[in-house]
């Protein structure tokens, strides 16, 4: 018995030791830790439980005499975030570089299965080589498997990605069909083609920080939802968003103990929009502020800096909020935000929180490249996700409510459930100097400048729009966070039902 | 009798004399630029009245429309406030002509005592101690390296229509004396239209001292006791306080009396102050006399128990005074700090922008404020968010009560140099009554860095964070057996071991390093204060959340700091710190403002510290100075250039 017990101790030492003392050391030297040091660190003390520790790949080299590593790179397992439960794969690096083979690929099988079934959230933690050449055709298998699971588990259970070490080609597929990525800088990539192919194919010479990089993804393409310094600030900010969502699809929402006021009047919010319609104004100064603890968690800060969008809570509930930002290109819509605030409005409707938009929006951004590009259906898909949406939905307009854009910010005829509007909030067609410089084309300055004035006075505030139904109620800025919660509060046991169908077509 | 006052003024002292005007039963009229649409002062107002876009010139320093407003409102009396038309003689006289009161002295004593050269003139045959030094208004550069050399360096070249340290310099040798002088008479026609500027001794280890009067039309001149204003940065007044700490009786009398004596020279009435510079003998010398109520009378108020601006009005309303020098008495000791919009740790830059948030405490404490959340502080006026001023049996106390106040001030959104007065008011030099106008530059030889936290802050501090991150983790938990029991904080150059024994509510119990501390907490989220009663002790202190790190702010310093679990923390320390690649070379706007001059081109090389170019902002001439040693690719900007905060003014190779 002895005996038995010390060979089980022994083989746990060997599995827990991966690819060795000294690829441990020159991880730890690249500012990277190992696959268990970052479950350590995501998960609550003492609570992972390990799944397939035992679990072994082929004989890479199959003359020698060396065995197979037990666990073949990757980690597999469950614990929990702040009492939460979750599952987890973390991939090592210091096994064969963390590739991915059959068993490899077998292990996140098993985890999303239990996920789906189980309805636990997910959280992959990315540091691969790639796929196992050796394996061949059974690790391209392997992605696949992987993919389709991914896709299955979408929408039932939240799927979170952290890239910590390289992440390419094929392997990209998996992240990006999660629901957010995070990066750490300096220590991860993400690319389809490194930057040898792309040297030979297009003759640019980039590096692979440049190419894939955490600054890259959160900047310009707009992938990766997060990035930070390190990746332990990166665990501890991923342990930070799980708070804020849910189990899954259908388990009721997390519900935070709040000590904030919900009664208490906000008087800055009575100078927030300036006296000057043309001047900018931070529109995160007012998600703060309505935010229980002023607590706000925003996703994808650097990117489509014209739309914020991100979690807060209100009276403990998670809220998904969107909001034109006036401070970048004026806060219009584009391709870009239009796409950044679609996938987050339907990432919110799959999960049951409640979305909260404020809009200022002057318009559609105008300009060959948007047209070009398809603005149509790029902007299309933040309408669709919108208008489908079935979660409670509250709009509040600031200022500038313009055209389509106002149509598209979920407006009262895209069954918002309760539409508010400052005495600030000018809803109109356009701007009233654009629509006099319409009506009246053949006038003289002398005459548009009356019209301007004309136009302004009658149509460049929320009462037409109230007097419509189309605005519920026009509220004072101070109240704002009072009334925000008195309508989430008569909306949390909202039921709405889309028609059957197998899936919508969203204008991809 | 005056019924209804225009307040032909902003801010805080529009606010202070509107609130002196409803207890008398006097209506007011406010009045506001295109900038102050929304600003507060006009909530305190019975009515209010726009007078013109422009931030100065067309509105609050514009005689005619206000005049104009003035007849519109049928008001009897105009107060000015300090600053803008307040000791403008044309001002008055206009008033005069249209039978309207101004609250405060005649045109002719604002004339005589405006003019800093007649004045002295002035002052000597009144029988005023006067600093060596010439009046006359230098006419070149030869005739005032002569003056220089005739009076002995150093010496400080001053603006002859000038006051707030505006167009004035100190110049210690003949090698500076063109570029300093240059430099003055610029700065003197930015602000008053006037170049003229003389030469005076300049004292050193001088202390600021000035003596308030108050005389009605009857003759009656009284000496209500003297202001101490020795802290001072670029030649402005932060603290003040009175009485002073360095004077005797004897001196006292002295400087009542030859203030007295130069208020009836000049058939003053109304309330003033005769400012005086005192060397380290308490030999006192005659400066300027101010015609108007000074920003820092509540200190004097506090102390004589007077309402200077009721004062104002009764004289006004050609009262005699109701009481007799002998009925001043001085009671306890009063500071005021004023709170200003800048960063100290910046050489003072002002910081204008919108004020998301600001509390100001209530309890035994006056704020004279002039803002509100939400208010925005403009690049065109004066940085004064606030006066806070204390009062105290004596000095000890009046300083301590000064400190609580201070550290529950919390404001969002703009720098203050809320934590830099904290700083002062705990230095020992400054608690001993050791101080001069040099105090900032000679206490603050680096300028000032931030505070960094006394040892036995230490522990105030770390539980207010451990506060603050483990109630966010009792309430998003689903069980409290979930949080981690050992911890670490760690900060720049220590490491603190906590270890938590339990948590219910408000209460925690941990052992903190190797010992037990039981306390209570609370958070007041809109303001960010946590508070911990550790025994019957009370600590507060603000907490902010950055993304990785939290900052502490605590009577007046300022902690960034981790919170690790003990397991991650262990990590952390073995991670490889890497090296950030270098900063960009480039030069940004600290502040909305005026490009007024630029001092470099194309080409030229620079080292650390070099001027680079003059930005106008809030009143002040900022120097923007390089902090690298490289070489100009590209000046963005042109003179006259409006800029935003955060523009990209200068590039460097």
Not at chain 2, 314 to 339: M, P
């Amino acid at each position: 018995m002895k005996d038995k017990i010390n060979y089980y101790l022994k083989q746990i030492n060997i599995a827990k030791e991966g690819g060795g003392k000294n690829r441990i050391d020159s991880q730890h030297k690249k500012g990277k830790l190992t696959a268990r040091e970052r479950i350590d660190i995501l998960l609550d003390d003492n609570s992972f439980n390990e799944i397939g520790m035992f679990v072994k790949g082929k004989n890479i080299n199959e003359n020698e005499k060396e065995l197979a590593i037990l666990g073949d790179g990757v980690i597999t397992g469950y614990g929990r975030i702040n009492g939460y439960e979750v599952l987890i794969y973390s991939q090592d690096f210091t096994v064969y570089g963390g590739s991915l083979g059959e068993e490899h690929a077998n292990k996140i099988c098993k985890i999303l299965d239990m996920a789906i079934k189980n309805k636990i959230p997910v959280i992959g933690l990315n540091d691969s080589g790639g796929a196992r050449i050796q394996e061949g055709v059974a690790a391209l298998g392997g992605y696949a498997e992987v993919f389709q699971r991914n896709v299955l588990a979408s929408g039932v259970i939240p799927q979170v990605s952290a890239i910590l070490g390289p992440c390419a080609g094929g392997a990209v597929y998996s992240p990006a069909m999660t629901d957010f990525i995070f990066m750490s800088e300096q220590t991860s990539y993400m690319f389809v083609t490194g930057p040898e192919v792309v040297k030979t194919v297009t003759h640019e010479d980039v590096d692979t920080e440049y190419l894939g990089g955490a600054n890259t993804h959160t900047t310009k393409s707009g992938v990766a939802d997060f990035s930070f310094d390190n990746e332990i600030i990166v665990l501890q900010e991923l342990r930070r968003l799980f708070d804020f969502l849910p189990q899954s699809n259908t388990s009721e929402a997390k519900m935070k103990k709040f000590n904030d006021d919900t009664s208490k009047k906000i008087e800055s919010l009575n100078t927030l929009v300036p006296e000057d319609k043309n001047k900018a104004y931070d529109i995160k100064e007012l998600i703060v502020n309505v935010a229980d603890e002023k607590d706000f968690l925003e996703v994808q800060k650097d990117y489509a800096k014209n739309i914020v969008i991100g979690f807060i809570r209100m009276e403990g509930y998670t809220i998904g909020v969107v909001a034109n930002q006036p401070l970048a290109l004026a806060g219009c819509l584009d391709i870009n935000s239009s796409r950044k605030a679609a996938r987050f409005v339907r990432f919110c409707d799959c999960f049951n929180i409640p979305l909260l938009t404020f809009v200022d929006v002057p318009g559609f951004l105008p300009g060959t490249d948007q047209e070009f590009n398809g603005i149509i259906k790029h902007g299309a898909k933040l309408l669709f996700a919108y208008a489908e949406a079935t979660v409670p939905k509250v709009t509040l307009i600031t200022r500038k409510a313009y055209g389509g854009a106002y149509d598209v910010m979920s407006s009262k005829h895209l069954r918002g459930d309760i539409n508010y509007a400052w005495p600030t909030a000018e809803i109109a067609v356009m701007g009233a100097e654009g629509a006099a410089k319409i009506i009246y084309k053949s006038a003289n300055e002398e005459i548009l400048k009356d019209k301007i004035k004309e136009y302004e006075e009658k149509f460049s505030n929320p009462y037409i729009a109230a007097s419509r139904g189309y605005i519920d109620e026009v509220i004072k800025p101070d109240i704002t966070r009072i009334k925000l919660i008195d309508a989430f509060k008569i909306l949390r046991n909202k039921k709405l039902k889309n028609p059957w169908k197998k899936h919508d077509n969203i204008p991809l | 009798m005056i019924k209804t006052v225009l307040i032909a003024n902003r801010g805080e002292i529009a606010i202070r004399v509107a609130k002196t005007c409803k207890k008398m039963n006097i209506k007011t009229v406010g009045v506001f630029s295109k900038d102050d649409s929304m600003s507060l002062h006009l909530k305190y107002c019975d009515d209010t009245c726009f007078i013109g876009d422009d931030p100065l010139k067309g509105s609050y320093l514009n005689i005619e429309k206000i005049v104009n407003i003035a007849k519109e409102f049928s008001v009897d009396a105009i107060h000015p406030g300090y600053g803008f038309l307040s000791e403008n003689s044309n001002f008055v006289k206009r008033l005069n002509e249209e039978n309207i009161i101004f609250i405060g002295p005649s045109y002719r004593a604002i004339e005589l005592m405006g003019d800093k050269i007649e004045s002295k003139k002035i002052a000597k045959k009144a029988g005023v101690n006067c600093i060596p030094g010439n009046e006359n208004a230098i006419e070149n550069i030869e005739h005032g390296l002569k003056e220089a050399k005739n009076i002995g360096y150093p010496v400080m070249i001053k603006a002859s229509a000038g006051g707030g340290g505006k167009g004035m310099r100190i110049v210690k040798n003949n090698n500076e004396f063109e570029e300093l002088l240059t430099a003055a008479k610029n700065e003197a026609m930015n602000a008053f239209g006037d170049d003229r500027v003389f030469i005076e001794k300049y004292i050193e280890q001088p202390r600021h001292i000035e003596m308030q009067i108050l005389s009605d039309n009857h003759g009656n001149i009284l000496w209500l006791g003297e202001r101490e204003c020795s802290i001072q940065r670029r030649h402005q007044k932060i603290i003040e306080e009175a009485p002073s700490s360095f004077i005797d009786t004897s001196i006292r009398t002295k400087m009542g009396e030859q203030a007295v004596s130069l208020a009836k020279a000049v058939n003053y009435s109304s309330a003033g102050t005769v400012e005086f510079v005192v060397d380290k003998n308490q030999n006192f010398y005659f400066l300027e006399m101010n015609t108007r109520l000074q920003v820092e009378h509540p200190v004097t108020e506090l102390v004589t128990g007077l309402d200077l601006v009721e004062e104002m009005i009764n004289i006004a309303n050609n009262k005699k005074l109701t009481f007799h020098q002998e009925d001043i008495e001085v009671k306890g000791w009063s500071f005021e700090s004023r709170l200003c919009a800048e960063s100290p740790k910046k050489n003072f830059l002002p910081s204008a922008g919108r004020i998301e948030n600001i509390n100001y405490p209530t309890k035994d404490i006056r704020i004279d404020l002039g803002y509100q959340s939400g208010g925005e502080v403009s690049i065109y006026y004066d940085s004064l968010l606030a006066k806070i001023i204390s009062f105290g049996k004596n000095r000890d106390e009046a300083l301590e009560k000064m400190l609580n106040a201070l550290s529950e001030v919390s404001i969002e959104g703009i720098d203050t140099n809320i934590d830099f007065l904290m700083d002062i008011y705990k230095k020992k030099s400054f608690a001993l009554g050791d101080i001069n106008t040099n105090f900032i530059s000679e206490t603050y030889k680096e300028g000032y860095k931030g505070k960094t936290n006394e040892k036995k802050e230490e522990e105030a501090i770390a539980l207010l964070a451990l506060s603050y991150h483990l109630n966010y983790l009792y309430n998003v938990s689903l069980y409290i057996k979930n949080i981690s029991k050992a911890w670490m904080i760690s900060w720049l150059y220590k490491d603190i071991n906590i270890n938590i024994n339990s948590i219910k509510d408000n209460y925690i119990s941990l052992i903190f390093e190797n010992s037990t501390k039981e306390f209570f907490y609370t958070i007041d989220h809109i303001n960010k204060i946590v508070s911990i009663n550790l025994k019957g002790k009370v600590f507060k202190g603000r907490v902010y959340i950055k993304e990785n790190y939290m900052t502490v702010f605590y009577k007046g310093s300022e902690t960034n700091l981790n919170i690790f679990r003990k397991n991650t923390y262990d990590l952390y320390k073995n991670l490889p710190k890497e090296n950030k690649n270098d900063k960009l070379k480039q030069v940004l706007s600290p502040m909305p403002g005026k490009v007024t001059k630029i001092l470099v081109k194309q080409k030229d090389k620079t080292l650390e510290g070099d001027n680079l170019l003059v930005l106008d902002a809030m009143k002040m001439e900022n120097i923007i100075k390089a902090d690298f040693n490289g070489q100009v690719k590209d000046v963005l900007v042109e003179e006259g250039q409006s800029v935003s905060a955060e523009q990209l003014l200068i590039t460097f190779d």
